[in-house]
Structure formats: C-alpha cells, structure tokens
C-alpha cells in the first residue's frame, strides 16, 4: 500500500508505517490542500491526514481517490 502522510500526522504514526513495510511519503510542509490532493491522486496514494474537510465526499467523491 502507498501512503501520503499530511503534516498533521504524527511522526509515530509515519514511522511505524514505513517499520510496517508500507510504501510512505510525506506531503511537503506548508502544501496548499489543493497540492496535497493532487500529488495523492499522481502518485495513486492514500492519503492519512486529520483535514476533516478532506471526508466531504461532495467534494472528494470516492471513487476518484485511493
């Protein structure tokens, strides 16, 4: 599974993942939620982030994203 980590993730979280064997990349610091999405949706990642905005399926339809 590939994962694209949000800043607002905790760096456990992040490490324990890639100990987990998951394949991990961190969203730059400071990326517009615009940018995060759409590096999520390139590289066909999940993304893991606490942005409740991002749940809003009228805007993230889910069948449009990992």
Not at 12 to 30: C, H, M, N, R
């Amino acid at each position: 599974m590939k994962f694209l980590i949000d800043e607002n993730i905790r760096k456990e979280v992040t490490e324990f993942l890639q100990k987990s064997g998951y394949d991990i990349e961190s969203a730059p610091t400071g990326s517009q939620n615009g940018e995060i999405i759409q590096l999520a949706t390139e590289e066909k990642r999940i993304l893991l982030t606490h942005d409740k905005h991002f749940s809003d399926i009228f805007l993230y339809p889910p069948e449009n994203f990992y």
